[in-house]
């Protein structure tokens, strides 16, 4: 490890409670879509890492892809275009250069025979509105055919729903979205551990250049939802035992799902006097509320950065030496916030 302020080693050894973001620092990091779910079809999905070779198979038989539901290709063009990863062979080895949960998604489509570099040239993409934390999804902008631009878009799947109109059955008929039968899917999914994707597409006149994600909201269609595998490390495990024993009280801080995270929690052994909690949970409580959360509380789901940082402060104020660990972005301010922050490093 670099220790940046050496007193920093003597602060670790008096850390009452650690705060720790899930993807990447809990879990590997290395994910796969193993599931695939359209409006009236289920399909799994083989494969490892982010090697473009795998089987498709629905109600146990094997699925040729090109040959499925329409709606299967769709979703697919839709991750691969609403994604700025790339993936790449080394030394015999698939790897993603970018956010690898996008690069699970390019290995999707290569599961499926898209060729990415060709598509991406078919559909040039004019604008795009980011992933933010706080919105929650990400949306692409493309030059298409037919003097029409296409809109793809993915995010959290109560956000893409919300944001949908209309879904499409496998037999083509587009009908009115199904909100919650379309949540309880994703909740299915994210029960199982899995990260869990909604994808929607719309169509905007080719006069469009810039994308506004107003001009989106409530006008897209939905497309479906991946499930993605993250497995958690395997050193994580021996590591909590290691702070119970010590008397260190773990919490996970997670932006996923409240399933995925509850899901991951319990394999990973992290226990909690209280049920799990969601920042849209924390907003409704009064400050005194917040504290006895902050104390009771073990696994955070749907945070924001703000989120970290208010948990973190709650719990100092308590009297407490607070630890922090991630690697991401949305992890700086509460590591900056905290009386020790990790970084995580690469791997």
């Given amino acids: 490890a670099i220790v940046r302020r050496l ?7 008096e850390v009452n409670v650690i705060c720790t973001d899930k993807t990447g620092t809990l879990t590997r990091s290395e994910m796969t879509v193993r599931q695939v779910e359209l409006s009236d079809v289920s399909i799994s999905v083989a494969g490892v890492g982010y090697e473009p070779v795998g089987e498709f198979r629905s109600d146990e038989r094997a699925l040729d892809p090109q040959e499925a539901s329409g709606m299967l290709g769709q979703l697919l063009e839709c991750g691969l275009h609403c994604n700025d990863a790339d993936l790449y062979r080394k030394d ?21 025979g ?27 902008l493309h030059r298409g055919q037919d003097d ?29 979205i199904d909100a919650a039968r379309w ?15 909604a994808l929607a597409t719309a169509s905007l006149p080719a006069s469009v250049a810039q994308l506004d994600a107003e001009e989106v909201d409530g006008s897209l269609e939905l497309l479906g939802l991946v499930g993605i595998a ?43 006097s209280a049920a799990g909690l969601s920042g849209s949970d924390l907003d409704a409580l009064s400050a005194d509320a917040f504290d006895q959360a902050a104390a009771d509380v ?4 749907r945070t924001n950065p703000e989120h970290k940082l208010k948990l973190v402060t709650s719990l ?3 009297g407490l030496v607070v630890a922090m660990t991630g690697d991401g972005v949305n992890d700086a301010p509460a590591l900056k916030r905290a009386d020790i922050g990790i970084a995580m490093g690469v791997k």
């Fill in 298 to 301: 073990a696994v955070f789901s």
């Fill in 148 to 176: 029409q631009c296409v809109v793809f878009a993915k995010g959290a799947p109560e956000q893409i729903v919300s944001m949908s109109a209309t879904e499409r059955r496998s037999d083509g008929a587009a009908v009115a």
């Fill in 316 to 318: 100092q104020q308590q």
């Fill in 230 to 272: 993250d497995p958690p490390r395997p050193e994580v495990g021996p590591a909590l035992q290691r702070c119970h024993t010590a008397g260190i009280g773990v919490k996970m801080i997670t932006g996923d799902h409240a399933g995925t995270a509850a899901s991951v929690a319990a394999e990973l052994g992290i226990e909690s």
């Fill in 114 to 140: 898209l060729e990415i570099a060709s598509c991406r040239a078919s559909l040039p993409r004019l604008d795009l509105v980011p992933f933010e934390s706080g919105a929650r999804f990400m949306a692409t």
């Fill in 7 to 13: 007193p920093a080693v003597e602060t670790l050894g």
């Fill in 92 to 112: 015999g080895q698939w790897a993603v250069s970018g956010d690898p949960m996008e690069g699970a998604l390019l290995a999707l489509a290569g599961k499926a």
């Fill in 183 to 197: 949540i309880a899917k994703a909740d299915a999914l994210a029960s199982t551990g899995r990260r869990v994707l």
